[in-house]
């Protein structure tokens, strides 16, 4: 670097902090994260709890985990003991079945899946009420949960817990 570029380099004065530098500030985070943030989430680095809804673990998830790729995403795993929580939300998502047999009540309609299967939230007006059930409790039904976030914040999706799960103790 010539010694007039120097001068000028230390002259510059500090870019003032506005919302626009923000922005820059997070799109850079944004192609760090995609350039080296993990390619293998590992369900060992991974913690289960049990949320109103289940038994679940989340492995992408931009409210929790912020250092990943793919911040558009929510994964999770659902261990159904017996029965999950009833809840609200559009649908729009897929469920992939990795353990056991079960079934889901739909909007009152029930459906039986086993592992392999493939469920599908469809949408509809207002949103899907739903609830997970094992048919074997004591053998595990376990379900990975894929769920692309922009199309839930484009339908506008709410999130309305209708029944906790028996597994769940308040407080
Ligand atoms: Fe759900």
Same mark, same amino acid.
């Given at each position: 670097?010539?010694?007039?570029?120097?001068?000028?380099?230390?002259?510059?004065?500090?870019?003032?902090?506005?919302?626009?530098?923000?922005?820059?500030?997070?799109?850079?985070?944004?192609?760090?994260?995609?350039?080296?943030?993990?390619?293998?989430?590992?369900?060992?680095?991974?913690?289960?709890?049990? @949320?109103?809804?289940?038994?679940?673990?989340?492995?992408?998830?931009?409210?929790?985990?912020?250092?990943?790729?793919?911040?558009?995403?929510?994964?999770?795993?659902?261990?159904?003991?017996?029965?999950?929580?009833?809840?609200?939300?559009?649908?729009?998502?897929?469920?992939?079945?990795?353990?056991?047999?079960?079934?889901?009540?739909?909007?009152?309609?029930?459906?039986?899946?086993?592992?392999?299967?493939?469920?599908?939230?469809?949408?509809?007006?207002?949103?899907?009420?739903?609830?997970?059930?094992?048919?074997?409790?004591?053998?595990?039904?376990?379900?990975?949960?894929?769920?692309?976030?922009?199309?839930?914040?484009?339908?506008?999706?709410?999130?309305?817990? @209708?029944?906790?799960?028996?597994?769940?103790?308040?407080?």
């Amino acid at each position: 670097m010539a010694e007039g570029e120097r001068v000028r380099e230390r002259e510059r004065p500090p870019i003032s902090e506005n919302p626009y530098e923000s922005v820059i500030r997070q799109r850079k985070a944004l192609a760090e994260r995609n350039m080296n943030g993990p390619v293998v989430v590992r369900g060992e680095d991974r913690e289960w709890f049990q @949320a109103r809804q289940g038994k679940l673990r989340f492995y992408l998830d931009p409210v929790t985990y912020k250092d990943t790729p793919l911040q558009q995403w929510r994964v999770f795993i659902h261990d159904i003991k017996t029965r999950s929580g009833k809840h609200v939300h559009q649908g729009g998502l897929v469920i992939y079945v990795l353990e056991g047999k079960g079934y889901s009540i739909v909007d009152g309609e029930r459906k039986d899946w086993e592992k392999g299967d493939l469920i599908l939230l469809p949408m509809r007006p207002g949103g899907v009420e739903h609830q997970h059930f094992n048919l074997n409790p004591g053998t595990p039904a376990i379900w990975a949960a894929f769920i692309n976030i922009p199309i839930q914040e484009f339908l506008a999706s709410d999130l309305q817990q @209708a029944e906790n799960s028996p597994d769940f103790k308040e407080g």
